[in-house]
């Protein structure tokens, strides 16, 4: 059997050096427990530096959304003989994304979006190796021990020194942007989280890398996908399916806590410690992405925008992606929005993003099954636009003018996607459980306490 069609998204060109990052010590001991525990994660981000954000950074890491998207949907077919319901006709099998868009100034074109990543262990003897979980996805990927190109530094798996590896006799294949790729075998083993094990665990181990997943620019090894097996690349359950099928979690559900510290994944459950109040669930109307609908958007209580929208919720995407149209109407309500032209950039004069004054003050309430969660001004505020810095050095700063840019986005000159695409601008305001044996979301006030 083999597999032709890219199912891996991420690749994230980061500045700073993998070094500097480290994953945060467990809190507590890694025995499996009725109670669900608490994975600590980090957060990297490329697109954000001491108040500034890079624009060009944004676009890529909206492009790479939109290309992991259409893997699933590719998926989707593989996996159900039939087309993903929100599929529009004309979204061919491979991104039309990718043929359009041409390299960045680096060279790199993969994935600039955020990433929250933890430890687990793969094989026997366990090694450990840190991934980048994400709700979009839903394969396992690590760097294999054959891996020849852009895999030093990282921890590589070897599956001969393993007792439990298990080859598939299968191989996959990930297209990207640039024109590299990655690919690798399949084998099964025994992956463990936080003292959770999952016994045969599908997994790719890579022979090549591209650029992006080189040390220097992914301080994780690999990914650990986190959606339904639908858009499984691997045709195979996701690692938390697989805990559930292995008994080792009762309550068959995970948690999320994205924020600049204190970031958890929690599984079996959610962390009562971090959130207040009940949750607010909504259904997941198709199981492969964590798709559900959303009420309305508005900003500062005035007249919601947008009655019913499908959307997805995804931990591996930055900002909140929807389509052009609502995008235009919805910053023609904040004054001095105005949209940020790329001048003379190889990506293209429409960016997708708008420009928004620095000292953005609205409160955008985004709200699932008629109850409103906030976005904060701080966090839909992404930073003065980097792009701009020099311009603004002649100038004497004025936080009035619409430099800064805001966090909602629409992909230009494409095919529009049949959902909005819901990433951390929102999830860092509240706290979310993705219910797996209910198929439904849940959103719950932060516990700001911490
Ligand atoms: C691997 O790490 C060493 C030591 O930190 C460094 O000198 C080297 O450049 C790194 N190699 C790559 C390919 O990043
Ligand atoms: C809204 O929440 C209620 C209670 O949890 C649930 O029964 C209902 O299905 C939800 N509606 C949608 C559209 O998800
Ligand atoms: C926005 O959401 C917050 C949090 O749920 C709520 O307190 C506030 O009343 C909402 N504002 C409007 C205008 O709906
Ligand atoms: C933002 O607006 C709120 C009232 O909605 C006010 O309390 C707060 O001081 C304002 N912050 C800034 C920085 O203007
Ligand atoms: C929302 O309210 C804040 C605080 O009162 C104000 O500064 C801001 O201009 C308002 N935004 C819009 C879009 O009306």
């Known amino acids: 059997m083999h597999f032709t069609l890219a199912f891996l998204y991420a690749a994230i060109p980061f500045l700073t050096t993998a070094s500097a990052l480290t994953v945060p010590p467990a809190s507590r001991s890694p025995a499996p427990s009725a109670r669900g525990i608490a994975v600590p994660i980090a957060k990297h981000s490329r697109s954000y530096r001491s108040g500034t954000v890079d624009p060009v950074a944004l676009q890529r890491g909206m492009y790479a959304s939109y290309d992991k998207i259409l893997r699933g949907f590719d998926a989707y077919y593989e996996n159900t003989g039939q087309r993903h319901p929100s599929q529009p006709a004309g979204h061919s099998s491979l991104p039309l994304g990718l043929s359009r868009r041409k390299s960045s100034p680096d060279g790199l074109d993969d994935d600039d979006n955020e990433l929250w990543y933890g430890k687990i262990s793969v094989g026997t003897p366990a090694t450990e190796y840190k991934v980048d979980f994400d709700t979009g996805s ?86 650990m996908g986190m959606g339904f097996q639908e858009i499984s690349q691997f045709k195979s359950p996701p690692f938390f399916q697989t805990l559930i099928e292995d008994g080792q979690v009762t309550d068959q559900v995970f948690g999320f806590k994205l924020a600049e510290s204190g970031s958890e994944l929690f599984l079996g459950g959610t962390n009562p410690a971090l959130y207040t109040g009940d949750f607010t669930y909504v259904d997941v109307t198709t199981e492969g992405y964590w798709q559900t609908n959303f009420d309305s958007i508005a900003v500062n209580g005035s007249i919601p925008l947008f009655q019913k929208s499908s959307c997805i919720i995804d931990t591996g995407t930055t900002l909140i992606i929807g389509p052009e149209a609502a995008v235009n109407a919805f910053y023609a309500q904040i004054p001095y929005a105005a949209p940020l032209v790329f001048d003379g950039s190889s990506v293209g004069a429409t960016s997708g993003l708008y420009t928004i004054p620095c000292d953005f003050n609205s409160t955008i309430n985004l709200s699932f099954n008629k109850t409103a969660f906030s976005i904060s001004p701080d966090t839909f505020m992404l930073g003065l636009d980097e792009t701009i810095l020099d311009t603004i050095k002649l100038i004497p700063a004025d936080t009035t003018t619409n430099t800064c840019i805001g966090g909602l986005g629409f992909l230009p000159s494409l095919p529009p996607l049949p959902f909005w695409i819901i990433g951390d601008v929102f999830m860092r305001n509240v706290y979310t459980a993705f219910d797996v044996g209910n198929k439904r979301v849940g959103f719950a006030n932060l516990n700001r306490g911490r």
């Open 138 to 223: 839903s394969d396992i990927f690590l760097p294999g021990v054959d891996c020849t190109e852009n895999c030093d530094n990282h921890t590589m798996y070897d599956p001969s020194a393993s007792s439990t590896s298990q080859d598939r006799d299968a191989t996959f294949k990930l297209t990207y942007g640039d024109g590299s790729s990655v690919e690798g075998e399949q084998y099964t083993d025994v992956v463990t989280c936080a003292g959770l094990t999952a016994k045969a665990q599908a997994l790719g181990a890579a022979n090549t890398y591209s650029t992006g997943f080189s040390s220097a620019q992914f301080p994780a090894d690999g990914l």
